[in-house]
């Protein structure tokens, strides 16, 4: 009799020992011996006298595992046993990862959304307490120019809030340096203060003030969706000057924008305050385009303490620079204010803290959520506006202004889809498709199925149409 000893459990190769027939071997066969396992096992498999190879190959060929290597059970048994020790641990672990990440995703959806309503109020009360400052203090610039220099106060906020949060135990000297290299690796001088700042600090102001001069003329509501189209024109003029990709999708977006812009100034008959008001209004988004696009290309991806910096810079600017136009405006009597006792601080004040809380929400929320739901937070501004316009100053909208509304809403959306939107769109179609024919052919099975068992019940047969 044959039998096989093995050792697979202490992980040593397998030993093979042949044990002498109990009856009497045949004549002229050669009775195996026992043998040390080093003959036996090594890297091929041994052929015996009769021709055949060792016993544990043919037990392991006649079970049906063809793919054996000698001293593969005991390494595959070993390997099995640590695996399976380490399998709860791993699973553990890719849970709590999976929880982790989806709280977090929950956070910064429900941070999002928070953001949102913040931006839209902020910059609903900014338009709507510039409307209520030109009933006691019409200079637009004057206004302008105000709120541009609470600006300088952004880098003093930033620097607050990170040593809350932080354990860098920096001074704001140190900071404000670290934050200068947006400038170069040589930091901030005179020259670069004037020759980076100033391009920004004038667009800024061109846009601040073409705004104003639009709510002059138009509504809260039409002003605010015109300045949507900004979204446009940002596109365009990447795609032309920073060649950026190209996409269908927000070309069209670009037409309807520029639709409604027409179709606004359509609506008064292309004469009188509306039609300036929309080409003032459509200056601001130009030169708000011009700017985002410009510190794109110049200034590139920044962090926000180099964002804090570069703000809080263009404020100082404004207050040395920029302060000679208001005396200017003053004594030419463009914008003539009268005595400082006399303008409304406490309107101006409250819009330009609005202003700065508006810009500060913008920049933060891009880092800590996600930039869509900022550009969201601009455009729900206009519904805003609409509903302050309706309720509190009895605002009555003609068809072709809310068509026109809708028209460049609409293409502010579109603008918003990311740029593998098509991609995934198919992809999304096509697993929707899969899983309908699988629940089809589910079905079809299911009732084959039944029809076969009722047909040998009833001792009939179905025959298929051809």
């Not at 089809?440 to 149409?465: D, H």
Request: hydrophobic content about 45%; glycine content about 8%; aromatic content about 10%.
């Amino acid at each position: 009799m044959i039998s096989t000893e093995s050792v697979l459990e202490s992980g040593d190769q397998p030993c093979i020992r042949l044990e002498p027939l109990k009856t009497t071997h045949l004549p002229g066969k050669a009775t195996p011996t026992g043998g040390s396992c080093a003959a036996l096992v090594d890297g091929s498999p041994k052929v015996t006298a009769n021709g055949v190879h060792d016993i544990e190959d043919r037990i392991l060929r006649i079970t049906g595992y063809y793919g054996y290597n000698p001293g593969y059970s005991s390494h595959r048994r070993e390997d099995g046993s640590e695996s399976h020790a380490e399998t709860p641990g791993s699973e553990t672990s890719g849970e709590s990862r999976s929880y982790q990440t989806c709280t977090n995703t929950a956070l910064k959806v429900l941070g999002g959304l928070l953001m949102v309503l913040c931006i839209s109020s902020s910059w609903v009360g900014t338009t709507q307490l510039v409307k209520l400052t030109f009933q006691s203090f019409s200079c637009p610039f004057f206004i302008s120019w105000f709120s541009s220099n609470w600006n300088i106060l952004f880098f003093p906020i930033y620097y607050s809030g990170h040593v809350v949060i932080t354990r860098e135990k920096q001074t704001p000297i140190q900071k404000f340096r670290e934050c200068s290299r947006l400038f170069g690796e040589d930091g901030m001088t005179l020259k670069l203060f004037v020759k980076r700042t100033a391009p920004f600090s004038i667009l800024w102001t061109l846009t601040n003030y073409l705004y104003l001069l639009a709510l002059k003329k138009l509504t809260a509501t039409d002003v605010s969706a015109l300045y949507c189209c900004h979204k446009a024109f940002v596109f365009l003029l990447s795609w032309i000057v920073l060649k950026d990709r190209f996409m269908g999708v927000r070309i069209v977006a670009a037409i309807m924008a520029i639709t409604g812009i027409v179709m606004m100034a359509y609506a008064d008959g292309f004469h009188g305050d509306s039609f300036v008001g929309v080409a003032l209004a459509v200056g601001s988004a130009s030169t708000s385009a011009l700017y985002k696009v410009l510190f794109k290309m110049f200034l590139g991806s920044a962090n926000l303490g180099e964002v804090a910096h570069f703000l809080s810079t263009m404020g100082f600017f404004n207050l040395i620079f920029i302060s000679c136009v208001p005396l200017i405006l003053y004594f030419t009597r463009v914008e003539h204010w009268g005595s400082l006792s006399s303008l409304p601080w406490g309107y101006m004040c409250g819009l330009a803290g609005l202003w700065l809380v508006f810009n500060i929400l913008v920049h933060v929320g891009v880092v800590l959520t996600y930039p869509i739901l900022i550009s969201i937070g601009t455009l729900l501004s206009v519904p805003g506006n609409a509903a302050v316009d309706v309720l509190k100053h009895e605002v009555i909208f003609s068809v072709v202004r809310l068509a026109a509304t809708c028209i460049i809403c609409l293409g502010f959306l579109l603008l918003l889809l990311p740029e593998e939107w098509d991609s995934v769109t198919l992809r999304f179609l096509s697993n929707i498709t899969d899983k309908k024919s699988e629940e089809n052919g589910e079905e079809l099975t299911e009732s084959s199925v039944n029809t076969r068992s009722r047909s040998r019940a009833n001792g009939a047969v179905s025959i298929p149409l051809a």
